[in-house]
């Protein structure tokens, strides 16, 4: 495939450092038998964190079909950051068609196995198609769809895929969150927690809370969010964003050995939407742009946007109730960083996910036993259910707080957000391996898409 870079002299100075670089190291050469990348428009910061890593199964030569953007250049820089970083360097060769017909050359070449989409979720749902539909198997950012329209065709192209053996997957990095995986390990024992309880409405027995900030660094830098990523017509609103991974690790953690029929298995309930205001100066800190570009000039008020980027939903999955809730601020205090809460509350205890000023933004594991329950059987099974865990995590232990226990985690198996994409890849290429993934991550894909989907719509209405 030819290097063809209309009309930049920036992105093939980029290109050159991203070819030329990553060693003399042989175990990296092309080889024709290794899964080849196809990155399709990366237009968010997500799409390099897939190349964090080598890995034996995927061919270095990465070929890249985009537009001629900023967003572009901003990914292969990120490449040229791993080729030459001092510590393990990767080895990527980046071969880079920048035109506007990005896409139909991508569609007629098909040079690679798997197609790597990160980048304006507006988008998202149609490169699904046409990546499926060219006899790519796709490994996408979420969200996958952020409208009815988007769902309907992300399920269209599930069939598609289905029927042509193609993996489609949606990159999941919450369930590699050593805290979530423990939390998942208690909740399956029966000794320990028990069954999930039904909850009401008003009090759910799953509930996942977030805050996120806009304004953040990614791989030691200062991240720059292109300027469509305020735009909810382009972006998405926040219903329908962060949402996919509080959703997935509930379906995940309490529903992954039985399938999710979004038909008659999920009920979506009260939902609400509101926005956060970004002021001109913290617009332009967080994009680099001098102003508001012309597609939000019927957005902005008063010189400031608000982004609706917050949401919470409320519904029902096997006559279980739950919630989720997403909110975002610009940027974190100093010191502070994003926070998680969450519970799942069950007849013999209740297993509690804290990430805040007290546990210094670390996500911290706390089991609370229900009242009523045996003290002493319980601890014991509860005892027995760590040092089941130590043996795979060597050092994971209790900690007695009042009337509950804290899980203490050693340092060596916490692994942030940027590391747990190579732990994506690698259970991607594990699927790939054995030709299929399981039965419930399919219906479960469907589901989660549908409850987003869902709650925007009743948003939208109210």
């Keep these: 495939?030819?290097?063809?870079?209309p009309g930049t002299t920036i992105l093939f100075a980029t290109i050159v450092a991203v070819t030329g670089c990553g060693g003399n190291?042989?175990?990296?050469?092309?080889?024709?038998?290794?899964?080849?990348?196809?990155?399709?428009?990366?237009?968010?910061?997500?799409?390099?964190?897939?190349?964090?890593?080598?890995?034996?199964?995927?061919?270095?030569?990465?070929?890249?079909?985009?537009?001629?953007?900023?967003?572009a250049k901003a990914y292969l820089d990120y490449i040229t950051l791993y080729n030459t970083r001092k510590e393990q360097p990767t080895a990527w060769k980046e071969l880079v068609y920048a035109a506007p017909d990005f896409l139909k050359r991508a569609e007629e070449e098909k040079s690679g196995g798997i197609a790597i989409l990160a980048g304006n979720n507006r988008d998202k749902a149609n490169y699904i198609s046409k990546m499926v539909s060219a006899g790519l198997h796709v490994l996408a950012d979420k969200p996958m769809a952020i409208d009815r329209q988007g769902f309907?065709?992300?399920?269209?192209?599930?069939d598609e895929a289905a029927g042509k053996k193609l993996m489609l997957c949606d990159i999941m990095t919450s369930r590699y969150d050593i805290v979530n995986v423990i939390q998942k390990k208690l909740f399956q024992d029966t000794a320990v927690f028990g069954r999930l309880l039904p909850g009401t409405a008003d009090r759910p027995s799953v509930v996942s809370e977030s805050v996120h900030h806009f304004y953040k660094t990614v791989s030691g830098k200062p991240l720059l969010r292109p300027a469509w990523y305020f735009d909810v017509q382009q972006q998405g609103e926040g219903i329908t964003d962060v949402t996919t991974h509080l959703i997935d690790?509930?379906?995940?953690?309490?529903?992954?050995d039985q399938p999710i029929d979004y038909k008659t298995d999920i009920v979506v309930g009260d939902c609400r939407h509101w926005p956060t205001v970004l002021s001109a100066e913290q617009f332009r800190k967080v994009t680099g742009q001098p102003?508001?570009?012309?597609?939000?000039?019927?957005?902005v008020k008063d010189s400031s946007l608000p982004v609706l980027a917050n949401g919470e939903i409320n519904y029902a999955i096997k006559n279980i109730f739950a919630r989720v809730k997403v909110s975002w601020e610009f940027a974190a205090t100093e010191g502070a960083g994003d926070t998680h809460y969450a519970?799942?509350?069950?007849?013999?205890?209740?297993?509690?996910?804290?990430?805040?000023k007290r546990e210094a933004f670390r996500p911290v594991l706390y089991i609370e036993p229900a009242p009523g329950v045996g003290q002493d059987a319980w601890e014991r099974s509860l005892q027995a259910a760590i040092e089941s865990v130590a043996r795979e995590y060597p050092g994971v232990s209790l900690e007695k707080e009042g009337k509950s226990w804290k899980v203490l985690i050693p340092d060596r198996w916490v692994t942030g957000h940027e590391q747990q994409f190579s732990s994506v890849v690698k259970k991607y290429l594990e699927y790939l391996e054995q030709k299929q993934m399981p039965a419930w991550e399919r219906s479960a894909l469907l589901a989660k898409y549908y409850?987003?989907?869902?709650?925007?719509?009743?948003?939208?209405?109210?």
Excluded at 249 to 256: A, N
Excluded at 451 to 462: D, G, K, V, Y
């Design 1 to 5: 495939m030819k290097l063809v870079l």
């Design 25 to 71: 190291d042989t175990s990296h050469a092309h080889r024709k038998d290794r899964l080849r990348l196809v990155v399709l428009d990366p237009g968010h910061f997500h799409a390099a964190l897939m190349q964090r890593s080598m890995y034996d199964q995927i061919d270095p030569e990465v070929h890249v079909y985009a537009p001629d953007s900023a967003e």
């Design 152 to 158: 309907e065709q992300l399920r269209q192209s599930m």
């Design 249 to 256: 690790l509930i379906h995940w953690t309490g529903f992954s």
């Design 291 to 299: 102003a508001y570009p012309a597609f939000l000039n019927g957005v």
């Design 343 to 356: 519970v799942f509350r069950g007849t013999s205890c209740n297993l509690v996910t804290r990430q805040d």
């Design 451 to 462: 409850i987003t989907t869902a709650a925007r719509e009743r948003c939208r209405i109210r």
